[in-house]
C-alpha cells in the first residue's frame, strides 16, 4: 500500500488472488458449502459521478482493484467446477473501530482543529461502518437466495466532504472549520505537492448504489453513518489520541 514494492501487482496477486484461490479450494475440501468474499468496489472502478451498480462492467484501475477482479474470476471458475455456492461483497471505504491510513488522518486532523479548504466541494461518497459490512457478511452466509450473486454494499448515506468533516467534528465534540477555495485550485496544488491522489479522494465521487442486495436479501444497515462515526470517535479518543 505504501509502493515499497517494486512489481505492486506481482505482490497483490500472490495474497489476493494466489491466495484466495487456495483458501477456496482448502474450504471446498473440508465440506464448506458457501465461500463469501471480501472484493472491493475498485473492481467497478475509480471516482465518478454516477452510481455504481452489480450491472457495471467491471473497470479496475489500480494493482488492488485488478487483483481483486482476478480473484473473483478464480472463484467463479472454482464454483463452477466444484460447486462450491460463492458470493462476493464489493464495499466501499470500510470504517471503525481500529480504522487506518486516509480515515484516520482525516480524525486526526479534524481533532487537531485544522482549517479545511473543501467548504465548495459538491462531491457524494459512499462508505460502509465495520459492523454494517459484517452484518451484509452474515446475510450472505445464511441467506438461500445470495448463492452465486455479486452485491454492492454502504451505508446507504452518501455525503460529501464538507458533510463527512461535519459529521466527524459533530462526534468529536468540535465545530467543523472549513472554508472555500476552487476546486481547480486544490487539483492544482495536489500535483504541485505530489499528493494529487489523496486530494482527489477528498474532491471526487464514488456512489454505491446497494439496491440489490437490500432488496433481494432484505438487508436493512443496522447502524446509521452517524452511530458509525460515533463509535469510530470514541474509538479513537480511547486509543489513539
Known sequence: MDK???????????????GTKH??????????????????IKVNGEERADPYTEADQPA?????????????QELHNIADKTGLEVVILRPPLVYGPAV???????????????????AGVKNHRSMIYIENLVDALFTCATHPRAAGKIFLVSDGTDVSTPELIQKISSALGKHARVFALPPGLLRLLGRLSGKYEAVSR?????????????????????????????????WYQQEVR
Open 4 to 18: 515499497s514494492t517494486a512489481n505492486p501487482i506481482t505482490a497483490y496477486r500472490e495474497v489476493n488472488v494466489s
Open 23 to 40: 483458501l477456496a479450494q482448502t474450504a471446498k475440501s473440508k465440506g464448506v458449502r458457501r465461500f463469501v468474499y471480501v472484493s472491493s
Open 60 to 72: 479496475p484501475v489500480d494493482p488492488y482493484g485488478i487483483s481483486k477482479f482476478e480473484a473473483e
Open 100 to 118: 487506518k491510513a486516509n480515515f484516520l488522518r482525516l480524525i486526526k486532523l479534524i481533532n487537531r482543529g485544522i482549517l479545511f479548504p473543501l
Open 202 to 234: 477528498l474532491l471526487d465521487s464514488l456512489i454505491v448504489d446497494s439496491t440489490k442486495i437490500r432488496t433481494e436479501l432484505d438487508w436493512k444497515a443496522p447502524f446509521s453513518m452517524e452511530e458509525g462515526l460515533r463509535e469510530t470517535v470514541r
